[in-house]
């Protein structure tokens, strides 16, 4: 003797997957004969959890930090605060590790003075030129001594 049985299953996920939870179903069975009783099955494990994506070389940061994050569920991992180099004449202060910057590059500063127009005449003595009264005294310091040594050999 064989019966025939026809019965309708139905999957109902309870829980979607994720980087931390499995994927969990609800599982119903209802037969046409109605000596069957209906069944359900809760809490079937019906998909494994994804676990975190990070990736190894690309960070985020803010002002204050830089870190891992999952590309999934955002979450943050080898979160530290940032390692500066300082600025250059060349690059911004530098993280050493996750490459962020801030600020700018340093300035160069010249100063370049240019003179007044009472000071840039043609008589007035230049930088490093200390005058022709300057030279006659000393030319004069100098025969005076040499007039003083000589007197002194007769």
Not at 4 to 30: D, I, P
Not at 128 to 136: C, F, I, K, N, R
């Given at each position: 003797?064989?019966?025939?049985?026809?019965?309708?299953?139905?999957?109902?996920?309870?829980?979607?997957?994720?980087?931390?939870?499995?994927?969990?179903?609800?599982?119903?069975?209802?037969?046409?004969?109605?000596?069957f009783a209906r069944q359900t099955k809760e809490n079937v494990t019906t998909a494994d959890m994804t676990g975190h994506t990070y990736s190894a070389t690309e960070w985020e940061s803010n002002v204050d930090n830089h870190w891992h994050e999952c590309?999934?569920?955002?979450?943050?991992?080898?979160?530290?605060?940032?390692?500066?180099?300082?600025?250059?004449?060349?690059a911004p202060k530098t993280c050493t590790v996750c490459g962020a910057t801030q600020g700018e590059p340093l300035t160069r500063s010249y100063y370049y003075y240019a003179p007044s127009a009472a000071e840039n005449k043609k008589d007035s003595p230049k930088t490093?030129?200390?005058?022709?009264?300057?030279?006659?005294?000393?030319?004069?310091?100098?025969?005076?001594?040499?007039?003083?040594?000589a007197k002194k050999r007769h």
């Open positions: 003797h064989v019966e025939n049985e026809t019965v309708n299953t139905q999957k109902q996920v309870t829980q979607n997957r994720s980087c931390t939870l499995n994927e969990l179903s609800t599982f119903t069975a209802t037969f046409t004969n109605t000596a590309s999934v569920c955002h979450t943050q991992i080898d979160k530290a605060e940032h390692n500066w180099k300082d600025a250059t004449y060349t490093a030129d200390p005058g022709v009264l300057l030279y006659a005294g000393l030319a004069l310091a100098s025969l005076t001594g040499l007039a003083c040594t």
